[in-house]
């Protein structure tokens, strides 16, 4: 599909695409259409509405898949890149079931998970900028958005999980500001993340993700 095809496909989207996230978008759509529809429902975790149309639920929004592309139910304003994320999970030949043993994300940066590099702050800055060191603006935010509250392993920690797509949950966690560190948001992968996504789409999901929940925040604050 040519950029220019795409762009009249989906004209909402002509005054918020970001240069060159547009041209990947119209790069990889056609290997869609030798993607196996039923297959990627069964081992993906899409709904199967036909024998070439697939649903899924993303960041609280419903997305229908076809050959052709991917499209909001809803017809508001979408990001290009949740489109780009949605066909690389969408052709994924990833499969079986998370381990729920997770990792930050950078860790994936050598195709597979390793534990020798420091997180890049400018990944969660924005969480920062948003949140402060407001654990309550933080919680009703994700609580929107459906992350489910899993406790508190010491004081000051709050973990909260989600499932971001079928076959990738993630951990948030919220560390409250003490004696010895500042507050701080972090984000864990499942390290199976790995499987279904290379590490550049991964990076694109964990941005939609922080821009979802940022963008979430802001309408909050604004009520």
């Known amino acids: 599909m040519r950029v220019i095809d795409f762009l009249a496909r989906y004209p909402i989207l002509n ?3 970001t240069t060159g ?26 709904t199967l509405v036909s024998a070439d149309t697939l649903s899924i639920d993303f960041l609280g929004r419903t997305y229908i898949i076809t050959k052709e592309g991917v ?3 809803d017809g508001r304003e979408v990001q290009v890149n949740i489109f780009s994320v949605l066909v690389y999970y969408t052709i994924s030949q990833g499969a079986g079931e998370p381990l729920y043993d997770f990792c930050l994300m950078h860790h994936f940066s050598q195709g597979l998970c390793t534990h ?37 392993r010491a004081p000051g920690e709050y973990t909260w999980k989600y499932r ?34 290379n590490f550049e789409p991964l990076a694109v999901l964990n941005g939609c993700f922080i821009h979802r929940l940022v963008s979430l925040g ?6």
């Open 218 to 223: 802001k309408a909050r604050r604004n009520l």
């Open 116 to 152: 020798n590099a420091p997180e890049p702050d400018w990944q969660t800055e924005p969480l920062r900028k948003e949140f402060g060191p407001s654990y309550r603006h933080f919680a009703d935010t994700v609580t929107k958005l459906g992350l489910r509250y899993e406790g508190s």
């Open 15 to 17: 005054n918020t695409m």
């Open 71 to 73: 499209r909001p139910v």
């Open 21 to 46: 996230y547009e041209q990947t978008y119209a790069c990889i759509v056609p290997r869609l259409q030798t993607c196996n529809f039923p297959a990627a429902a069964e081992h993906l975790g899409f």
């Open 164 to 197: 971001l797509l079928p076959k990738i949950p993630i951990k948030v966690v919220y560390y409250a500001e003490d004696e010895e560190f500042p507050w701080d948001i972090k984000i864990f992968y499942d390290k199976t993340a790995i499987s279904f996504l």
